[in-house]
């Protein structure tokens, strides 16, 4: 089943411990892209990648780190985490960029203390 | 930057009325996305407009693409309380400038539906 999937699903941490948010997906896309989700403020994106090795910020990408070290994979990295990066992260993913179809995961809440 | 602006924040309709939300950019658009995230879900693809003035629709969902390719429209006819959910237009730049793969969403439209 073609599927953009996200580990964890939810993760509660405390400020300044490292996290990361793997996102992972099956259908050979080139593009893959970062959002958060806040009440009143819509999606967001943090961090895209048009291909491998290949990484640009979005309209959020203070306090993320991504990379994209194979086609399939494009963790989001956390290194220092503050509350104010409490929210739901979505992955995307599509076959031809921005232009085209977003495939987005299932989601993840994070909750920093 | 770019900004995609949608109104109205939240829509409150009773079943069998009509819903409309619209979307609008700051800059001229290449296409327009529109999706649908249920409650605890995640943004479902619904449809996208390329063309100047383009029209499309999907049983009850209609939407329309402006003719300077800055605007857009989702309208609902008859809502059901499946349509229940946050309605998401999504619109990259016209092609050009650095920003390559940015893409921005508007902040959303909320639609209850009471029975």
């Known amino acids: 089943e073609a599927q953009v999937t996200q580990n964890p699903r939810y993760l509660i941490t405390v400020t300044g411990k490292k996290l990361t948010v793997t996102c992972s997906q099956n259908m050979n896309h080139e593009y893959m892209s970062w959002y958060r989700q806040d009440p009143g403020l819509g999606l967001r994106q943090i961090y895209y990648s048009m291909n491998v090795e290949v990484t640009d910020k979005g309209d959020v990408p203070e306090g993320y780190k991504v990379s994209r070290k194979e086609k399939r994979n494009f963790p989001l990295i956390l290194e220092s985490p503050s509350p104010n990066q409490t929210s739901l992260y979505f992955c995307a993913s599509s076959t031809s960029g921005r232009a085209s179809e977003q495939f987005f995961g299932p989601g993840t809440r994070l909750t920093v203390l | 930057g770019q900004q995609v602006m949608q109104i109205p924040q939240y829509q409150h309709v009773q079943e069998g009325e009509d819903f409309t939300t619209y979307c609008n950019s700051s800059?001229?658009?290449?296409?327009i996305q529109w999706y649908k995230q249920r409650p605890g879900g995640h943004p479902v693809f619904l449809i996208q407009?390329?063309?100047?003035?383009e029209v499309k629709k999907q049983k009850r969902l209609t939407f329309q693409f402006g003719e300077a390719k800055k605007n857009s429209s989702l309208h609902i006819t008859a809502t059901q309380t499946t349509d229940v959910g946050t309605y998401f237009c999504a619109g990259p730049p016209r092609a050009g400038g650095t920003s390559y793969g940015k893409l921005t969403f508007g902040q959303g439209t909320i639609l209850t539906v009471h029975p």
């Open positions: 407009l390329v063309k100047s003035g």
């Open positions: 800059t001229t658009l290449s296409n």
